[in-house]
């Protein structure tokens, strides 16, 4: 069973998160930190429960930023129907797609995400139903009835709702039929499946929910930037969010959050530091590089417990830090 | 039909290159279990040291030996963070590579900036099968077949190599008769960084390589070991002529942009159909 934070350091991560946008001048970094929390947290479930890593990840952000961008600006749906619809869209590609891919494991299946990721970024660039050379621009602002986003702000907040039906509905499917039979996959699935869990499409449940997530993160994105071409979803994204999953913790509920805040910030100060005037050119692409390879590193190795899950008993632990 | 024996010869040479990526993942993986992302980056490793001793003026053959030496050294070191503690489960492992493929990125562009690198390799063309093939592009394809066979003969007829092999098919039965597994792993990332080092001086000449093809070389590297269930060196030499053929023949008929598409398709259909004997390999 999962062990839950108390609920006082829920309830200051909470309203923490909730004044961070009136303090902020700048919502990117906010918005970017909490939509990659997003998806963190369906690709934490997979990995921990499902034991599989998914290296492309990416591909379901693009397919839920395309859905919106094609919506609004294709076939002129409202955006309150499109963010919805992006999720859906999202889970049906990974239903579809997962049935033969899923068949893999390991480090099949790690590379055969990859390149399905990369396969999704040629079929949106050399597709101009998809956006083409040039991407689609002019996605509308989000909007619901006569209201319409003028700045920044709404933004932060829509991000932060998503986020709450992230966690909520991921708490409420651990307890849940379906969870049980994903934390049974965790242990071994011989043993779940003689348990008469249907261990194939519980596996497909859990990758088209992951990507469900990251479905949805992707709509916001598409929104907020606005603008989606496939240059926006780089194969290095799609690792920094497996970074931030074994960062957090696999498997747990506040993982994803946690992992997506504490590497999200310490990509931004060393990106601050990077940047000072006096420094080479080539120092920000050095650190960056050499920042997201040492904490990969030093978190796998150094920090196994709670971060290597697939390894025999899934451990669930207290998260160590409070989202902010 | 010249069109298509152009395409043939091409695709033939470029799949050369991938088979040698390739039989560095094999090396690794059949020794350790351990799928090695950073293979592609000892490619780009050894071509920027080649570049540079060239132009220390260190003579051709001398530089490239070196630099394909220092990759093997490279090799080493990665194996040794990668292996980890002992029972470090071989996924965790491949995240592991993947973190040090980032840290190589990092150190490359520190070492040697972020423009591609193209050293000089052998001048000039010859006429083969009534088609124009340069020259280099014949040395990768021949030093290939050597290097083939060179790991061949070491696996099947030297002790060191029987040892490798024993570690891979049964490492507890290989430790109760005195083989230390840690040091053959350990010597499998080395060979891995010593094929992947000869991959990249004999490809940058043709193709120059710059920090950030590491992706390309080893996802098609790992294509071509895919053929042959990332442990047959044989089949690997095998999957990577196709692909280099099914690419160059995609690239002349269709779309060049989709040459890469193609390899990618193909991993995946050989992937999913043989999945069945990859779990059983796997579960071994």
């Known amino acids: 069973m999962t062990r839950r934070p108390s609920t006082l350091l829920v309830v200051v991560a909470a309203v923490a998160a909730c004044i961070a946008p009136l303090v902020l001048s700048d919502q990117t970094f906010f918005v970017h930190t909490v939509l990659a929390a997003v998806v963190v947290s369906g690709l934490s479930m997979l990995m921990g429960y499902a034991g599989q890593a998914s290296l492309g990840q990416g591909a379901f952000v693009a397919v839920g930023a395309l859905t919106v961008a094609l919506g609004t600006t294709r076939w002129g749906l409202p955006p309150l129907v499109v963010l919805l619809l992006a999720p859906l869209v999202a889970g049906m590609f990974a239903t579809v797609v997962g049935r033969p891919l899923l068949r893999l494991q390991g480090h099949y299946l790690a590379f055969g995400t990859l390149a399905l990721l990369l396969m999704v970024q040629t079929a949106m660039s050399s597709i101009d139903a998809l956006g083409g050379a040039y991407g689609v621009s002019g996605i509308p602002a989000f909007g619901v009835g006569g209201w319409t986003v003028t700045d920044q702000r709404p933004y932060a907040y829509l991000a932060l709702a998503c986020l709450a039906v992230v966690l909520w509905s991921s708490a409420r499917i651990v307890d849940s039929r379906f969870g049980r039979a994903m934390r049974a996959l965790s242990g071994s699935e011989t043993a779940a499946e003689s348990a008469g869990v249907p261990v194939g499409w519980t596996k497909v449940g859990v990758f088209a929910l992951s990507a469900a997530f990251a479905g949805l993160a992707g709509a916001v994105t598409a929104f907020f930037t606005p603008y989606v071409s496939a240059d926006s979803f780089p194969p290095l994204e799609s690792f920094t969010y497996v970074i931030m999953a074994v960062v957090g913790g696999l498997g747990t509920i506040w993982g994803g959050v946690v992992g997506a805040v504490v590497v999200s910030v310490l990509l931004q100060a060393l990106n601050t530091v990077s940047s000072q005037p006096g420094l080479p050119p080539t120092a920000a692409p050095i650190i960056q590089y050499a920042a997201y390879g040492t904490v990969l590193i030093i978190a796998l190795l150094f920090l196994p417990r709670g971060i290597v899950p697939s390894v025999g008993s899934l451990r669930l632990r207290r998260p160590q830090g409070s989202p902010a | ?284």
């Open chain 2, 1 to 284: 039909m010249k069109e298509f024996l152009t395409y043939l010869v091409t695709g033939i040479t470029l799949g050369a290159s991938f088979a040698l990526i390739g039989s560095g993942f094999v090396v690794v993986h059949r020794v350790t279990r351990i799928v090695n992302f950073a293979q592609g980056s000892f490619a780009i490793i050894a071509a920027m040291m080649a570049a540079s001793l060239l132009r220390g003026r260190l003579p051709h053959g001398l530089a490239e030996a070196a630099a394909v030496l220092v990759c093997g050294v490279v090799g080493a070191v990665v194996g040794w963070v990668a292996l980890g503690r002992r029972g470090t489960h071989p996924l965790i492992s491949l995240i592991v590579t993947l973190g040090l493929s980032m840290l190589v990125s990092a150190a490359i562009i520190l070492l040697w900036g972020q423009d591609p690198v193209s050293p000089p390799g052998l001048r000039g063309h010859v006429t083969l099968l009534g088609v124009d093939v340069e020259r280099q592009r014949l040395l990768v394809l021949l030093v290939t077949l050597l290097a083939f066979a060179a790991v061949a003969l070491f696996f099947s007829r030297t002790y060191l190599g029987k040892a490798l092999t024993a570690s891979a098919s049964n490492p507890y039965a290989a430790r109760l008769v005195g083989i230390d597994v840690r040091r053959m792993g350990l010597l499998a990332f080395a060979l891995a960084g010593v094929l992947g080092g000869l991959a990249g001086v004999l490809v940058a000449p043709s193709n120059a390589l710059s920090f950030s093809s590491d992706l390309a070389l080893a996802l098609s590297g790992f294509a071509a070991a895919v053929f042959g269930g990332l442990s047959s060196p044989g089949r690997t030499l095998v999957g990577g002529l196709v692909l280099g053929v099914a690419g160059q023949l995609t690239a002349g008929y269709l779309n060049g942009s989709y040459q890469t598409e193609v390899a990618l398709l193909l991993m995946l259909l050989i992937m999913i159909a043989r999945s069945r004997t990859f779990v059983a390999e796997e579960a071994k």
